[in-house]
């Protein structure tokens, strides 16, 4: 389709959910054809995916982990890390990286590519991502009043950070602070 001089290409993703008489009514019908859709859209776009039942349960275990991570950010739950970054050529330490880390009350250790992917869909990073370089600064700042580390800190920004307004002077105020 051309727009104005331009070509405009479409594509569609589509939730399939049938039905065998035994649901209730149409919502949930149509709630099982969303979790497809979101499914397809997942998967690269421009397909389609049958609802399956193990799809209902995915998304209920986002959700819950949605809410999990809610209460996690609100106690300041999570840990950062610190992974050194080492010269190969000489084995000098030359900076450390932060790495957030959750402890789930009741899942034990959450692996970060789980919980920030749904951090990220739900804007949810953008408190992560302040935490982990607020308590990054500070420990860095401990360091180094007390002489013991003088190397490059590095933390790992979202790109939900970037895209939110005022981003370098969160930056600016956090590095600021005592």
Not at 122 to 128: E, H, L, R
Not at 161 to 172: L, M
Request: proline share 3%; net charge negative; glycine share 8%.
């Amino acid at each position: 389709y051309e727009l104005s001089a331009s070509s405009v290409y479409l594509t569609c993703s589509v939730g399939v959910a049938l039905d065998d008489g035994a649901l209730d009514d149409a919502m949930t019908l149509v709630q099982r054809a969303d979790i497809a859709m979101y499914r397809a859209k997942s998967a690269g776009r421009n397909a389609w995916e049958l609802f399956r039942d193990e799809m209902a349960e995915r998304t209920r275990q986002a959700l819950a982990l949605r809410g999990d991570l809610q209460h996690a950010l609100e106690a300041q739950a999570f840990v950062v890390h610190y992974q050194p970054q080492v010269d190969a050529r000489n084995g000098r330490l030359q900076g450390i990286e932060a790495l957030v880390r959750w402890q789930h009350p009741e899942r034990g250790m959450i692996a970060p590519d789980e919980f920030l992917r749904v951090a990220e869909d739900t804007g949810q990073m953008i408190g992560i991502g302040q935490f982990v370089l607020e308590r990054a600064c500070r420990d860095c700042r401990a360091l180094l009043a007390d002489g013991l580390c003088d190397v490059t800190l590095a933390v790992n920004i979202s790109p939900v950070q970037f895209g939110r307004g005022g981003f370098v002077s969160v930056v600016e105020e956090i590095l600021r602070a005592p």
